[in-house]
């Protein structure tokens, strides 16, 4: 929805519509083309479109630029979905980046990003069902290199885990990081239109299964190594990036950003 249309001239992301399913991505190429919805159903998810790419431009923009400001030889991305990071980002050119999710998820995004090209060093997907498998042996086997510095990405997916879930991959990425390494989150915290969000989210099956204040999540990143450089929510990040993306996601004070880094 945003790419080529928003006023940010930080956001692009070419990779976004080649990686969606066919059908999602026929509804986004009819918004974008300016087609009028025609019920009422599809105004409100036209707006709901649009409000999440306006939260999709903070939201990426801020960890891009965190990428950036610290290259490190390893990029992890946990729970990566459609993520287009390797393609679109020739920042990476000297990184290798593994790719961490479910096979089948994998499988259908491999099938889909033929026709990219990978502007990292290195694309290393490493299959992992979390119910199951184990994250630290599945890097171990991809030749994630612990010794070395590692930026680590977990954007989208902390949310929908629980506290237990959220500790436990921590202890391995700490295990796993050498100092100067960075983690990236994007996590809920408590706001009044949390409760309108998680209804939305509940009823697509993805209900929110973790809230932390940012106290909470500056002391449990603590426990586990790191120090917290910056945490930001995605309506003050948009303000900084135009003024109309700020207009757009000014009520978006639930979803926060935090940069931190390995002592």
Do not use: C
């Not at 707006?47 to 030889?73: G, H, N, W, Y």
């Not at 990071?85 to 994998?106: G, I, K, N, S, Y």
């Amino acid at each position: 929805m945003a790419h080529g249309t928003t006023d940010v001239e930080q956001f692009s992301d070419p990779t976004a519509l080649v990686l969606l399913p066919a059908e999602a991505r026929a509804r986004v190429e009819l918004a974008r083309a300016g087609a009028q919805p025609k019920t009422r159903r599809e105004r409100v998810e036209r707006t709901f479109l649009e409000k999440r790419a306006s939260m999709m431009v903070a939201r990426t923009v801020a960890i891009d630029e965190a990428v950036r400001a610290a290259p490190a030889p390893q990029l992890v991305i946990l729970g990566s979905g459609l993520d287009g990071r390797a393609f679109r980002m020739p920042e990476l050119r000297d990184t290798v980046v593994f790719e961490v999710d479910h096979p089948d998820t994998q499988r259908d995004k491999r099938a889909r990003s033929e026709t990219l090209t990978a502007l990292a060093r290195e694309l290393r997907f490493v299959p992992v069902d979390f119910t199951r498998d184990d994250l630290e042996s599945a890097l171990a086997a991809a030749r994630h290199v612990q010794t070395e510095p590692t930026n680590w990405i977990w954007e989208g997916v902390v949310m929908y885990l629980t506290r237990a879930e959220v500790e436990a991959t921590l202890e391995i990425v700490m295990r796993r990081s050498a100092p100067g390494s960075r983690l990236m989150i994007a996590y809920i915290s408590p706001a009044l239109l949390l409760w309108v969000v998680g209804l939305a989210v509940r009823r697509v099956g993805e209900p929110f299964r973790s809230v932390f204040t940012p106290h909470a999540m500056r002391g449990l990143l603590e426990q586990h190594g790191f120090r917290v450089l910056e945490d930001r929510d995605v309506a003050t990040i948009a303000k900084t990036l135009s003024a109309k993306l700020g207009r757009d996601a000014r009520g978006i004070r639930h979803l926060r950003i935090v940069i931190a880094q390995k002592a």
